[in-house]
């Protein structure tokens, strides 16, 4: 027997049981493959007008917000940053309150043509000031008091998830936001390392003379599970990946290649409908104002080259892009000229199916601080994680956040 | 006592056992094995990274000026990296197997996380000091150490302002499980830990002033306690031992948890709190050797590392390599995801990790190339002779083969696959295997390694 029909005979079996599963959608939740739940693929497919797909990128290490988008009309702002306030000449003005960073040029365009939306403050109850557990509590959407060991998106997956490329990590490793109960999504740096791996001959060999016979057993029969599937979806992500050629010019960075990879697995018509990606370096503790420039004209023009290769391929507008850090930074500056871990923060949605284009709401007060000196929340973030899950995936946003959160109206 | 528990009992109370060891083994008591795993662990050797370099920083610097608080940051991670890698090496080539094994089981149960390598150092030893020794001092050592006073804000806890985040954790997560005490509880018992706090040189020092020395109310029990009076407390709760024992269970035997046998356990733990009575005891039980519980546990990304690497010794050249596939692993050692730890088991498994784990030990042994070599296949010299030539493009490491010449020329093939796959083979790979060419043990190693049976112990 053949890998390739070991995979078929399993899917044909899970396939078989689908409609007895669904009865029973515990048990059908215990199941590696969860397959009862490719009914709810098909139902998003039949009911909306395309394949929409969510796009995460998380600037981490605590994007400065106030240096991103400034305030350049408010007096706090410039007496809490003497050296590194950005004045009126170095700025995108935007609104009469709101600027933006002179790097963000790219994103400013989008702004213009309505792709963008800003929400300020976002944030949650008493925020962490650690990357780590910020990260955690951004990645799992949980309190600040809560441990959560599965992300939000491998949650998504354990419900309405069938197999790992249902959600990708451009990374060599998979971040806690993928990994769900049962399901976990699949972390692909370079879907073609990915294949080769996963093609050892010795591996083929060895899934070529392997019975099912584990497939039920604890976790030896798991260790298998997951190999195979492993390999086929190593398989099936290189083989929609090279039937795109992309001629696009991206940057040259390594966050650009994300991208690139990011819009050609889009463009393939693969059936992922979460990519998550990082651009890491925004802890600016001192000597903010170049990394800072630096980073912000690697990001906005990897997106403007991403969100013009879907444009020219039809994939935008059905793609979703939001940009998160895990904090934003103290208002006033510390004297290394950088600033120290701070709270609530901007976020930005990217699209063409956006209901308030431009700024969701007002920056809040520079002089009304919380206990630390840092901006104080007023959307939580796990409001727009609902909204996305509700509005944009369209599925039950409680059941995967486990707390009904309200939602916002930028979608 | 059979060749084929005394592997059992290596694998789970350490990284494995050469074949001549099992073999000299194989001829003694089981009691007369278990009191030889206990006295190769009764003495104590901390684990030290040479810090020199470090030596000329002192409080009062790093108060006065911030550009050395940020070198001393820097330095100390690099120190840390290098911590890891030594830690990695002592678990690979220690005597001590089961104070290590014990060690690394406490590090995942007390989980802390600090930048400054003395205190991660001095923590890290505590736990090696303590590791087979009384539960009770145990506890009240770690309340007191400079890493978990800040992990877990202990240093922010004031009388005047309470934080509670030590309290917490300390019920939740290292004597009772959540469920077993109220929020009252917390909330009085963190008073009590309240002004602890260290010095620049990891010393704990409690801030009179801060301490809160006024009466408290806990469990049932009302007194002007201080955190050692409040751990008194909890130990005298069965479930702290009960939830101990279940962890323990968990860990060195199987994930399915037997309730009887954790009473059990529970029951022996509870009289004295004493570690090593404990594992004495269930090392000593016959239900540990278990057909239920052999070769049913997934290996932790280290134990798999250190267990190839004790199979045959590979030295790493870089540091940031050993780290690397730590990661990719899912596992970087002082690196906990969170306070809760790695939750082990089938979560260490993802379509990335499988195929990391697969790859690693061709990726180590055999610059990533496993033989399929078939029996009675012509042996292409030349081919052989150019890749042995070849460098390894993906890790820079010295492998030792001779050593695993050494362990293994006078033992059959089969007897190379009982030693390295623990758990029955499938029916197919065992096929499989069969029709595979046996003219080179080191292949056969490498082959045996690349199955997924070689992730089970």
Known sequence: MCAVNVITRISNVLIMDRRHFLKQSSLASSLFFVPSFVKAFENSLTTSFGYKRLVIIQLSGGNDGLNTIIPFNNDDYYRNRPSIALGKNDIIKATDELGFHASLLPLKKLYDKGYLTIINNVGYPNPNRSHFRATDIWQTASGSDQNWQTG?????????????????????????????QKSNGIAVKDPYILFKTSQDPYFKNVLKYYQDEHLSEHNLGYLYKTMIAAESSAKYIFEKHKTVSNTFEYPGNAFGKQLKTTAKLINSGIETKVFYSSLDGFDTHAGQLNSQARLLKVYAESIEAFVSDLKQQGT??????????????????????????????????????????GFYNKLASLSDLDDNGDLKYNVDFRSVYATVLDKWLAVEDKTILNKSFSKLDFI | MKQKDIQHLYWRAGFGITPNQRHLLSKKQKHQVIEQLFLESSSLTGLEVNTSELDHFTAQILIDKKSKRKEFIDKSTEKLKEFNV????????????????????WANHFVCRDQNIFHVQQYNNTLRAYALGDFGGFVKAISKEAAMLKYLNNKQNRKQKPNENFARELMELFMLGEGHYTEQDIKESARAFT?????????????????????????GHTGRYDGDDIIDIILKQKQCARFVCRKIFSYFVNESIDETRVE?????????????????????????????????KIKSPVELIVGICRTVPVQFKNTKDLLKIQSLLGQILLNPPNVAGWKGGKNWINSNTIMVRLKLPSILLANAEISIKKKGEFE?????????????????????????????????????RTYLIIPTLSKGTNTYTETLSKSSKRDFCVQLMSLPEYQMC
């Open chain 1, 316 to 357: 935008f507008n059905d793609t979703l892009i939001i940009t998160f850090s895990e904090f934003g930074r103290r208002v006033k500056q510390n004297a290394a000229n950088g600033t120290d871990h701070g709270a609530a923060s901007n976020l930005f949605i990217i699209g063409n199916q956006l209901k308030t284009p």
């Open chain 2, 195 to 219: 002004g602890y706090n260290n010095n620049f040189e990891g010393e704990f020092v409690l801030r009179d002033r801060q301490h809160d020395y006024d009466f408290k109310t806990f469990f």
């Open chain 2, 264 to 296: 059990e356990l529970t029951t022996i733990f509870y009289k004295d709190y004493n570690i090593e009575n404990l594992m004495r005891h269930i090392f000593m039980s016959d239900w540990f050797y278990s057909e239920d519980h052999i070769g049913t």
């Open chain 2, 380 to 416: 292409d010299r030349f081919k052989k002779y150019y890749q042995k030539k070849r460098k390894n493009k993906f890790v820079s490491v010295k492998v030792d083969w001779g050593t695993f010449d050494g362990h293994f020329e006078n033992e059959s093939f089969n007897t190379l």
């Open chain 2, 86 to 105: 030594l830690w990695v090496n002592r678990l690979i080539t220690s005597n001590e197997t089961l104070r290590e094994k014990m060690t690394l089981f």
């Open chain 1, 152 to 180: 939000w998106i491998g949650r998504y997956l354990d419900e309405y998830g069938s197999k790992p490329y249902n959600a990708i990590e451009i990374n060599d490793s998979l971040s806690l936001v993928l990994k769900g």
